[in-house]
């Protein structure tokens, strides 16, 4: 729609409040507790009881902080998707429906997309298509994973994965069509009060399929049905079977893609890196994340926030990040902000954003 624009109006986050610490983790692992802290990046990370604190559970807490976050009736909502992780309370089975009925989001259709932990730009990027081709005029955006579940810390060649931890983040976007009907509310003189909390511009993503088969959960699909011999040989938890292989391939591209979705994305928003003011980046190790905000020209101290104290997220990683950046006031208003992440399989993405309050 012409002169139309997708508007972030909302968002929220939600992390259960067990707690474990890197030195927890070096502990269990065998790993020294400076390489788990230091060089992962991981002081301590949140994750779920066992028996409580489901996907669908985190989303309903992230996905209320959203609504009244933007201040709309749950009714209003065309549209729920979930981009959160693939493990969820149940197989084969729609987490956004669940979420949807229990927000009574009562006219919304529910729908999933999976990227991993690529999913926060690519969930913008697919619903601001939605809204400016009218299709929907308001959507919520929800993730969560507990993938902490998945990881055998016995398991050295995971290692890379030993940072995952649990949590959910939601966002409310709208379409902006310039009138009172969208991404405005009245306020009680009747005049027309901005939403908006952040203009939601283009996006970028590559995906490299020849790392498709680096990180499996060995049981539990097609090739591997679940049984009694997979459960007892611990082929339920992820893998990867050739990790140096992996490493050294992937440290040949992974640097270039992330940059080159970055200025793909600023470009076909009109910016250049040295617009950028914060860059909500996926948790990685501590070295790469200053390395990779280096080359894009940002201060790793005051232009971005490292989550070592939460570990990786999944897709909720941006808005965990997101949200503790406004917190330390390191967000203003007419911020260029840039999503950044990738995610296993293997796809880097990036959408920007420019903050508006």
Not at 232 to 254: C, F, N
Not at 315 to 341: C, K, T, Y
Request: aromatic fraction near 6%; include cysteine; charged fraction near 25%.
């Amino acid at each position: 729609m012409t002169g139309a624009d997708a508007s972030l109006t909302g968002y929220g986050v939600h992390v259960p409040d067990q707690i474990v610490t890197g030195a927890e983790i070096a502990a269990e692992s065998g790993i020294p507790e400076d390489v788990v802290v230091e060089k992962m990046g991981l002081r301590e990370k949140r994750v779920c009881p066992p028996d409580s604190e489901h996907v669908s559970d985190m989303c309903v807490q992230a996905g209320e902080r959203a609504i009244a976050d933007a201040g709309i009736d749950p009714a209003s909502l065309d549209l729920v998707l979930f981009h959160g992780s693939e493990y969820k309370d149940h197989v084969v089975w729609s987490a956004a429906a669940d979420v949807a009925e229990r927000l009574d989001a009562t006219e919304a259709y529910a729908t999933e997309s999976y990227s991993l932990c690529a999913g926060a730009p690519i969930a913008l990027r697919q619903v601001r298509a939605q809204l400016l081709a009218d299709d929907v005029d308001a959507a919520l955006l929800v993730a969560a994973s507990r993938e902490e579940d998945l990881v055998d810390y016995d398991n050295e060649r995971s290692s890379f994965m030993f940072n995952f931890g649990s949590g959910a983040a939601a966002a409310v976007l709208e379409a902006d069509r310039g009138d009172a009907a969208s991404a405005h509310s009245r306020t009680a003189d009747g005049s027309v009060a901005d939403r908006t909390r952040a203009t939601v511009h283009r996006s970028a993503a590559i995906t490299d399929g020849s790392f498709s088969r680096d990180v499996v959960m060995p049981a539990g699909g097609s090739v591997e049905p679940a049984s009694h011999e997979s459960v007892e040989a611990g082929r339920h938890t992820l893998d990867v079977p050739d990790q140096d292989g992996m490493k050294e391939r992937l440290g040949a591209v992974s640097l270039p893609n992330y940059l080159a979705v970055a200025d793909d994305a600023l470009a076909r928003s009109g910016f250049d890196r040295s617009d950028l003011d914060f860059v909500a980046l996926t948790h990685m190790k501590r070295s790469f994340h200053e390395t990779l905000l280096e080359e894009l020209g940002v201060d790793p101290e005051t232009d971005a926030y490292y989550l070592d104290q939460y570990g990786h997220v999944q897709s909720a990683d941006q808005l965990l990040a997101l949200d503790e950046a406004l917190q330390r006031e390191r967000i203003a208003a007419g911020d260029v902000v840039l999503f950044l992440a990738a995610g296993t399989g293997y796809t880097w993405a990036a959408t920007v954003l420019t903050w508006t309050g």
